[in-house]
């Protein structure tokens, strides 16, 4: 069984420490308010009017189980203030839960019968008890008491966020960035995302070599999609539909694809989106067989070059003839030859110049073999 790599060849802006805050947001502003909600309240805002969007995929354990959960009840009940959360805000007003999921979650089950208590060391007598066998006066104090919570709203840039985030949710592991971006922007950029990477033609095209662990695989898939659909001008912003522009800003232009995707296309676009990805998939294994995405190496194999990941999918999205597949694959070897030598697909890949260079060429080889 062939062993999964754990890193790409030029894998770049995968991890916090790889970027320079300083020059991704010198002047960047950022507005945080401060709210609070009764419990009550918190749960129309949750499942009644669904402002406030829990991600069930974000967290291992989104509920508390035993004596965790019920320790956090006894201290509201108890009045005991627990611990601020943090919310941020959509432009169209929706809150997403980014610290204080299982609080949250937990408090929920409780209201809605989810658990009994158990384990209480102060409220003891309360041991074994649903919310409903609660009398109406603790009832009341659960349903009143207040929680806390600090809000990151519009127009504070997304790479600031992935800062908060990280800050607020460095606790065991930490988080990398595109960790961060399948936490942050749930919906249909990930489940796309998803779909692909468990797909029998990502793994056969890619011979298993893209490692799941810390979401790499994901992280390959997003910028190939990202790329692609700014290179054929699908990407458009909120704001009166200008197009989104690539400026070397990685972190930020991939969550505004993954925006792009979750609010503005369509369920059938993104389905014809994913079945273009897998037919390229498809047709790049059965023309360049598993080590389509590695350059040639002298002494050993070399690892999976992202960037040339990227181009060959963005390059097979394209309807192909399939009658010359020899002589297709005999071009696309002495391209890959080609790009290996220019330089462009090691260091700083991902400034605009070296993704200028990198399209412009498979665009040329496009034209030409047309």
Not at 93 to 104: A, S, T
Not at 144 to 173: A, C, H, M, S, W
Request: net charge neutral; with cysteine; proline share 3%.
């Amino acid at each position: 069984m062939r062993i999964q790599e754990e890193w790409l060849e030029s894998e770049s802006g995968l991890d916090m420490e790889q970027n320079n805050s300083s020059t991704i947001y010198p002047n960047a502003e950022v507005r945080v308010e401060k709210a609070q909600f009764s419990i009550l309240h918190l749960r129309r805002l949750c499942v009644e009017r669904k402002e406030i969007i829990i991600s069930p995929d974000f967290q291992r354990n989104d509920v508390w189980k035993g004596r965790q959960a019920s320790e956090l009840i006894e201290s509201i009940l108890m009045g005991i203030p627990i611990p601020i959360m943090y919310l941020f805000e959509a432009r169209d007003g929706k809150k997403q839960v980014v610290d204080g999921r299982q609080r949250i979650n937990t408090i929920l089950k409780f209201l809605e019968g989810g658990f009994k208590l158990k384990d209480l060391k102060i409220l003891h007598t309360l041991n074994g008890s649903a919310f409903a066998d609660l009398d109406l006066k603790l009832q009341g104090i659960f349903e009143d008491y207040q929680l806390f919570f600090y809000i990151i709203q519009p127009p504070t840039p997304e790479r600031v966020k992935y800062d908060i985030f990280d800050r607020v949710n460095r606790g065991g592991t930490r988080l990398n960035n595109q960790e961060m971006r399948n936490a942050l922007y749930r919906g249909n950029a990930t489940a796309l995302i998803d779909s692909i990477c468990n797909s029998d033609e990502f793994k056969d095209a890619t011979g298993r070599g893209v490692s799941p662990t810390r979401m790499r695989d994901r992280y390959i898939v997003l910028r190939a999609i990202a790329f692609y659909l700014l290179m054929t001008q699908q990407l458009r912003t909120a704001d009166l539909g200008k197009p989104i522009e690539y400026r070397s800003d990685i972190d930020d232009f991939l969550a505004k694809v993954m925006i792009f995707i979750n609010q503005f296309m369509t369920e059938k676009e993104v389905g014809m989106l994913k079945e273009t990805f897998l037919v390229a998939l498809r047709n790049i294994y059965l023309i360049l067989g598993e080590d389509a995405f590695r350059f040639s190496g002298i002494s050993k194999r070399r690892p999976i070059n992202m960037p040339l990941f990227e181009c060959l999918i963005y390059l097979f999205m394209f309807e192909w003839n399939l009658d010359y597949k020899k002589e297709i694959r005999l071009a696309i070897e002495a391209l890959k030859e080609s790009l290996d030598e220019s330089g462009y697909f090691q260091g700083n890949v991902d400034s605009v110049t070296s993704l200028g260079y990198r399209y412009s060429r498979i665009n040329q080889f496009l034209k030409e073999l047309r």
